[in-house]
């Protein structure tokens, strides 16, 4: 149980460092942009992304700035840090021996 | 780091952020038809719990916040660092004296604290052994032996946890194949390891059964001999093991950490009925194990009640009920002995050469601090903050001060090991002393304490308000810097610390100047003495032992170069101590008997010893078991218990002692020796009465295990008293083969050992005083030379203007002297003081000589004027263009 939630919560700092690969963004940004690439398919409470971005700026993973947004208000941008991008690879990886062992169980051809 | 750029608290970031992404989704909801307050509560809706959510953010933006300041701390502190290094790089003569300074500081404090570590603070070996006591009874409070009765009284009243009684280090013969070796034995009673919380590594205990009369002989060994004689072989136990002649069974072996104990060999006390009735026979020597719940006073206060309550039992007792007592005493204290204070004394003295060192590295540094205010006032005016600055310059002082701590490990390496060799022998557990990880720690924090005392003052004053008139100036010092009070207050501490040392040291050589000056009432020079046993089971009689010594006296005698030799029970300086108490006829029987030292004496002993004899004569092989009691008594003993009389009218006056009233048997008088220092040179003889060992009483040999020293006189007195003990261990051999000796030491080897306690700290304090006067002198010397730069060119301007080279003298040398005076009278006073805690260590000098303190003084200031003479030199040859130059 504790590791589904695991894997989970790693997904979506997964997801969220992916976001940041295409420049700084600020998290009402981050979020849109995750709804629209899942066509609204991924439901998660939007609120849950502002803890995971300050753990992960805590952690060095990702580091913020303020800045002005698109219509000129003042919002604070997050950007990929070095450790970041290091972290989404390993993660990515992860994910994806994941799916190579769960795959051929869950989805048999 | 960006961070600098929104220092906002976290709350109001979170605020913010959290309200954006709101507003931005009502935004969206409402371009896609909502109204407002449906768009509102649809955002509030998909966003979740709004305050759990801010709660989240705000703890990890904290730790972030917290993380960031730390790691901007420890970059600037790496900053500093690498500043630091260059700096002392760049000034390297600085930063070698003063770390050489440091090390020789830290270095000493620590070796000594190693020592003082290994011997008396750290615990032994066994669980909570802070708890194990000696129970010593005592008679208006005077510390006698305890006899079997007390020690059963103790052992069942419940106040302590386990009480044993134990015969320690007597000596035992075993046999390795034909050899007969003599080893050290403890009989115990068998609660004996459960005081010492110990438990056999191999084997088991003895049990109550084995205790006790009669029970089957076993033995336990120690790891010591099981190791060098066994090879560790675990196939030992049950092995038969011959003991004094007698088949012992090997049961056990103790663990290694119990070889502090001299004892290889340990048997059971297997008390028998007579010892348990007996209340005269003080042989024991009683440990106990504190209740968890007592103190050392409690117990004390209720073990009295003990031995008072045991007393009023006894029908014959000869000192009233109130007399009776206990003293008990923490084994850890009990087995460091006064080395224990020694070295607590010696901690002192390397703690005021560590204050010197440090006034020595502040006084450097507050130097320095000069020359550089305009560097200092540079990096003021470009924004650096002051907290900042004195942070960078502490950050010096702690490179410096590990650096000294690092280098000072070794000096405390070396240190350890002169510490090791100048002590006395047998100093329970000094050999486990080494640089270990407490000790490390304590050098560490030792370096941190000395960073703050030589650091922090000098980086106020650096950074004091005076920083900008610097900079004004252009970094000339025109204020009038060598007169800073603070070096010379500096100066005069290291002075009155140097001489309260020296002072110290000073005292302790010349008690050992005064000590090599005292007769010790014989003559050791080609004397050798060895103790021999004569094993229960071939010699049982008193005829048969003093028979069988006498062959050995005889064989002894007629070693070749050879002049005389002779037996005696104890030899002085060995450490061995026998005493009872003796009453004179005539004298009040209830009154409190005096104490004396027992001697068991064989003809010819005080001419072998070349002892003189004051009045009558020695005694002879007539004064056998038939023939009347006679006694031999010192001068000490003499005056003791007949007050005034004329040695030669104490002969054939009589006095009672070994046998008890009821008997009768009173000793003639005979012969009064001088007096022969038993204990160490600088105690004073002690009363001592010496019995021909033919009128021995029967009882005493097995007490004394039937054992005597062999003292024989080689006809050349300069000749190595060692070479004789190969012909001594033959001449023995022809007696009986199967008698070992046991430690064979020439009287001289005997007195140098009685003189080692006192010699270490003359030895290490006399080191420190040399460190200490050193190190006052090169801080003189830094103050006045200092001085002399900083006025070089008030110098050459008084020079231009006339003034003489003894006027400039006298203006450059009162520089240095006012410290000096200073200190001197401060060290006078402060060492009048602290004088005392060497009372107990001085010989024929007292706390308050004169002569050390003058000689001290004088060495003081003649070395200090030395200090001052070159740097004052210098300034009278001030050329007087220099005033010119530099105006």
Known sequence: MAQTKDRLHGTLDALILKTLTFGPRHGYAIVRWLREQTRDSLQVEEGSLYPALYRMERDGWIESDWGTSELGRKAKFYSLTDVGRRQLRAQTKEFASFVAVVAPLLLPT | MKRAFWRTPVQEEVDAELAFHLEMTTRELMERGMTKSQARGEAERRFGDVNSVNADCRRFGDQRDRRAERAEYWGELRQDCTFTLRQLAKSRGFSTVAILTLALGIGATAAVFSALDAVVLRPLPFGYSERIVEVLPTRRGEIAGASAPEFIAHRNSHVFEHVAGAVLGSGITLKFGDVPEVMTVGRVSSEFFDVFNVKPTLGRMFNRLEDAPGGSRVTLMSHRLWATRYNEDPNVLGRPIELDGIPHTLIGVMPASFDFQPEDLWVPLALTPQQTASYSELFLTIF????????????????????????????????????????????????????????????????????????????????????????????VALGAGRGRLIRQLLTESLVLAIGGAVLGLGVAYAMVRVIVAVSPQGVPRLEQAGIDWRVLTFTLALGVVSCLLFGLLPALRSVGPRLQTTLREGGRQSRGSGRDPLRSVLVATEVALAITLLIGSGLLIRSAWMMQHVDPGFDPRGVLTARIMLPAARYADAAAITRTYETIREHAAGIPGVSSAAVISIVPMSGSQAASSVLAEGHDEDAVRPQANLRLVGPGYFATMASRFVAGRDVTRDDNASAPLVVIVNKALAEKLWPGVAPRAVIGKRLDALRGKKSGHLMEVVGVVADVHEESLEQTAKPAFYVPIEQTPENLWPLIQRSLVVVIRSANPSIDADALVRPLRRAVAQVDPSLPLADSRSMISLLKGSLEAARMNTILLSMLGGIALLLAVVGIYGVVSYFVTQRTHEIGVRIA???????????VVRRGLTPIVAGLVVGLFLSSITMNVLRGQLYGVGVHDPLTQIAVGVLLGVVGLLATYIPARRAMRVPPVVALQEG
């Open chain 2, 801 to 811: 203007l006339g003034a003489t080279p003894s006027l400039i003298w006298k203006f």
């Open chain 2, 288 to 379: 106990a194990r504190l209740n968890p719940v007592m103190s050392a006073e409690l117990a004390q206060k209720a073990s009295t009640s003990t031995e008072r309550v045991l007393a009023e039992r006894i029908p014959d007792r000869t000192s009233p009920v109130t007399e009776w007592g206990t003293n008990v005493r923490p084994y850890v204290e009990e087995l460091a002995g006064g080395f224990g204070s020694r070295l607590v004394i010696l901690l002192g003295a390397v703690g005021f050469v560590l204050l010197i060192a440090c006034s020595n590295v502040a006084n450097l540094l507050l130097a320095r601090g000069t020359s550089r205010a305009k560097e200092l006032a540079i990096r």
